[in-house]
């Protein structure tokens, strides 16, 4: 099988790559850390490729297009894994940290999307990462969750169009560097990279286009939508993101 993973230099993209890549896939990745991609090319050899783009970018976006028409790389699944949480900003507060949040978590991914399905030989399965705190108010990073919550809603309402099948995974805490605390410390309720990345390997054989991973993250979120939100922001904030 052929894939594409957005946000191959890190946390759960990386992992998800070197699995992939592993069970026997041909794997592209994109990132910016083009030194960080080449280094993942040195250790997994021909199976992987890499473009070294900004998603938040027309161009980039042109580039990875331009890039896999040259190669003749067509991929069956496309995994769009590449977010943003925090920037150098982290008040949250500027409409510069607002603006990325959306460019790079919603727009981003729903223009490659956009571009993908008009190339010849378009992928059969599409799978976007959203957040379990899409699900639910996020006062810390409001953007974020709008963010998150419109990637979902997209990919939800995409399934089927074309014959293209969509999945969408909100995902608990993850110990990646994105994760506020896991930089500081592991979250006790997070779960590792290559964990996500076995779930993400084998989701588009699964059925039903909306997903919450882990199972732990579904039972609490159930019971956190309950409480108030003044009780569930003190709860959340360790492992929020
Ligand atoms: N970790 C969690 O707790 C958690 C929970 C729920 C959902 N998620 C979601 O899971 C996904 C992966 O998160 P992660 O924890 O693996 O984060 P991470 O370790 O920070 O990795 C983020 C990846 O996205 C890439 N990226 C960011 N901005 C980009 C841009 N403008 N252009 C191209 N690539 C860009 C980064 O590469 P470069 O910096 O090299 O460009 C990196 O490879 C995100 O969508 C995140 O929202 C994470």
New binding site residues.
């Given amino acids: 099988m052929k894939a594409l993973v957005?946000?191959?230099?890190?946390?759960?993209?990386?992992?998800l790559v070197r699995e992939l890549v592993h069970a026997g896939h041909e794997v592209w990745?994109?990132?910016?850390?083009?030194d960080?991609?080449q280094s993942l090319k040195d250790e997994l050899g021909d199976k992987f490729n890499y473009i070294?783009?900004?998603?938040?970018?027309d161009k980039?976006l042109e580039t990875i297009v331009s890039a896999l028409d040259e190669a003749g790389f067509f991929p069956k699944k496309v995994f769009?894994?590449?977010?943003?949480?925090s920037t150098d900003d982290e008040t949250f507060s500027t409409q510069q940290h607002r603006q990325?949040m959306l460019?790079?978590?919603y727009t981003?991914p729903v223009k490659l999307y956009d571009l993908l399905v008009h190339r010849p030989y378009s992928p059969d399965c599409f799978v976007a990462?959203?957040?379990?705190?899409a699900l639910l108010p996020d006062p810390l990073n409001p953007s974020?969750a709008a963010a998150?919550r419109a990637l979902a809603d997209f990919f939800i309402q995409a399934n089927g169009n074309g014959g293209i099948e969509t999945k969408v995974?909100?995902?608990?805490?993850?110990?990646?560097?994105?994760?506020r605390y896991?930089k500081r410390k592991k979250?006790l309720m997070?779960i590792e990279?290559t964990q996500?990345a076995r779930f993400l390997r084998h989701l588009p054989k699964k059925t039903g286009v909306t997903h919450i991973y882990p199972f732990s993250s579904s039972v609490i979120y159930q019971i956190l939508r309950y409480l108030p939100n003044s009780m569930y922001t003190a709860l959340m904030n360790k492992?929020r993101?």
């Fill in positions: 957005t946000g191959a230099s890190k946390g759960i993209g990386m992992a990745g994109i990132a910016r850390s083009g960080t991609l070294a783009v900004d998603l938040v970018s980039g769009l894994v590449a977010g943003v949480y990325m460019d790079c978590n981003a990462i959203s957040s379990i705190f974020y998150k995974v909100y995902l608990g805490p993850v110990n990646t560097a994105i994760n896991a979250s997070a990279p996500a492992a993101r």
